[in-house]
């Protein structure tokens, strides 16, 4: 008998004793038993332990750092199969989306009757572009193709990283996508900025609060054009934000946003995803700035090619 055979059969009647030490290290321990140092380490998917985070100097949670979402959401974000996308007559693979599971919480978007109708008619329509000098210029297309500020809460699960920059008076987020920033005014020192929109934009306007450990923000002043997902999902000028960041590890924040706007929806409701701190050495925003990639797209027989 060959060593190659002889070695086969010692691998195959060990696999069974290999299962079985496996299986025993995941059991729950017996009513009354110390879990094993191996059971302990085993995560719960959605669950951390209690944890404190480090603070800053004048005692805030610290939330400096590069993080990023590893969900799906961009595409849709409610639940998804893998599909095709653009012209996959010509971009094969590299133009597919892939499958996902929502983060709406309750898996659906409680639209009003008329507003789920137009969310399907910007889905058929999202690869639509409009050339106008006018408003009429975001009836159709996904402004994330066109290459506008994803708003909120898309700019946190776009494919892309941001980083979260904390001071004492105010706390700044940079965005890698089209260099999106947002600045949010904390509430105990944010006296001289007003408290209503000075004028209605991409990212809207952003105050915070800490309740404990947890940073809140409460963002309104929205332009009504931005857009959940590639999926069509919308929102209109009424739009009011509440996020949530609570650090549940050193590498992990929870994150939530309730989403109001009584135009579009009947109700309020929420979505839900960890971020996680990107921990290369020497981690960094790099610059992905998409309006050169647009123009000739959005300005059609207008462009003019600057390398010509």
């Not at 849709?76 to 971009?91: E, L, R, T, V």
């Not at 996902?100 to 137009?118: F, N, R, S």
């Amino acid at each position: 008998m060959t060593k190659a055979v002889l070695f086969s059969l010692f691998v195959f009647s060990c696999a069974p004793l290999a299962v079985q030490a496996q299986t025993s290290t995941q059991q729950p321990p017996a009513r009354g038993a110390t879990p094993s140092a191996a059971a302990a380490k085993i995560p719960t998917p959605g669950e951390f332990p209690t944890y404190k985070p480090p603070h800053t100097g004048d005692g805030k949670p610290d939330f400096n750092g590069i993080w990023q979402s590893f969900v799906t959401a961009d595409i849709d974000i409610q639940d998804h199969d893998a599909q095709a996308g653009p012209h996959p007559d010509i971009m094969g693979a590299y133009g597919a989306w892939p499958g996902g599971q929502g983060i709406v919480e309750g898996g659906e978007i409680p639209y009003k009757p008329e507003a789920l109708a137009k969310k399907k008619a910007n889905s058929e329509k999202r690869m639509v572009i409009n050339i106008t000098s006018d408003d009429r210029r975001h009836d159709t297309g996904d402004p994330e193709l066109k290459c506008y500020r994803p708003g909120l809460p898309r700019a946190n699960y776009m494919p892309f990283p941001f980083q979260i920059i904390q001071s004492t008076d105010n706390i700044m987020m940079v965005y890698e996508f089209e260099h999106t920033l947002r600045t949010i005014f904390m509430k105990e020192n944010d006296k001289e900025a007003p408290k209503d929109p000075p004028a209605d934009s991409w990212m809207g306007w952003s105050h915070g609060r800490f309740e404990g450990d947890t940073l809140v923000i409460d963002t309104t002043g929205f332009v009504p054009y931005t857009w959940f997902d590639r999926a069509g999902d919308f929102h209109s000028d009424a739009l009011h934000v509440i996020e949530r960041y609570t650090l549940a590890s050193p590498y992990h924040i929870m994150y939530e946003a309730t989403i109001e706007d009584p135009n579009v929806y009947t109700r309020p409701w929420k979505v839900s995803f960890p971020l996680y701190r990107r921990m290369e050495k020497n981690v960094q925003l790099v610059d992905f700035d998409c309006v050169e990639f647009v123009e000739k797209m959005l300005y059609g027989p207008y462009y003019k090619n600057p390398g010509k």
